[in-house]
């Protein structure tokens, strides 16, 4: 077995989109190649209503798939052919924007204030990309949670883990999709093949994350500020670690646990043209989905 070094470890920066929404871009946009077949991920947790009630109103997506899942507050979400609904706490939607949809995702905070949740953009292959649109919504009694003698538990929500099964499925990247929560001192080993490119999002508490060459909360030498610095490898909320190759990742949890989204996908390899919500293979086939939206051909 191979531990998975660390390749990078960022902090999720801010960003504005939709109407005014302030949240957090973990990654997404310019070289995405670390991450293929994911695109993007946002983390919208707020607990000002003001920075997310304007919210994301009508806009396309065409070739991606886009994952939200909600953690606390409620997302409605409405689109052109007619399908619409509510996210709650818990819940997962996986759309398979394919051809193309437009739709709206608003925001609504709960009694708290509070809006809590993450959205994850996953890439479609050139064979898919025009696909028919197709939605997963899977209410968050509907997702797996498996808990071991250490009391890790670890909700399924996309893809086999630990004898589970997630509840979304036909996704062609192969996309594995977990809410990972470690108690406090734990230390656990948690399988990614080798094929998988990989990376954990933190949202709760802190950890350390081992690598080869690197064992727990030892030093490691990086460029900080254009210095050699000494830096531990711990990370807390709204860490993004990056993971190199090998087929499993170590994670020690710090003094109050940690929680924290792992996601890993089969990558892709192809070609990317983007244009915002819209991320095709070719800028020829770029231009034909800017065509299509201004002479009404877009849905079909
Ligand atoms: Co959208």
């Known amino acids: 077995m191979t531990i998975r070094a660390i390749k990078r470890i960022s902090q999720s920066r ?37 920075d997310y009630l304007a ?3 009508w806009h396309p997506h065409r070739g991606i798939e886009t994952i939200t899942y909600v953690l606390a507050g409620s997302v409605a979400h409405g689109d052109s052919l007619g399908n619409s609904g509510v996210l709650g706490a818990g819940d997962v939607q996986w759309m398979t924007a394919g051809r193309g949809i437009l739709h709206q995702e608003m925001p609504k905070g709960d009694p708290l204030g509070r809006m809590h949740g ?75 093949e080798t094929y998988r490119q990989a990376f954990a999002y933190i949202f709760q ?10 064992p727990f909360g030892a030093l490691r030498e990086e460029l900080v500020g254009g210095e050699e610095t000494l830096v531990r490898d711990t990370v807390g909320d709204r860490s993004l670690v990056v993971f190199d190759s090998g087929d499993e990742v170590v994670v020690q949890a710090g003094d109050e646990g940690v ?42």
Not at 118 to 131: E, G, H, I, R, V
Not at 138 to 159: H, N
Not at 205 to 214: R, V
């Open 14 to 50: 801010p960003a504005l989109e939709g109407a005014g929404v302030k949240l957090r871009r973990a990654f997404g946009f310019g070289d995405t190649s670390d991450f293929d077949p994911f695109l993007m991920m946002d983390d919208f947790r707020n607990d000002r209503p003001s």
């Open 55 to 57: 919210g994301f109103p």
């Open 118 to 192: 993450f959205q994850l953009w996953a890439n479609l292959p050139s064979s898919l990309k025009m696909t028919a649109p197709r939605y997963q919504d899977v209410p968050s009694v509907a997702i797996p949670e498996v808990i071991d003698d250490d009391g890790v538990s670890v909700r399924v929500i996309c893809g086999d883990f630990w004898g589970q099964k997630g509840p979304v499925d036909g996704v062609a990247a192969d996309p594995r999709y977990l809410d990972v929560t470690v108690p406090p001192g734990k230390r656990k080993v948690l399988p990614v």
């Open 205 to 214: 508490g802190s950890a350390t994350f081992a690598g080869a060459s690197a």
């Open 259 to 300: 929680r924290f989204l792992l996601v890993s996908g089969r990558p892709l390899r192809e070609p990317i043209a983007w244009h915002g919500p819209i991320v095709m293979n070719t800028q020829a086939e770029i231009r034909q989905a800017l065509t299509d939206l201004r002479d009404g051909s877009f849905i079909r």
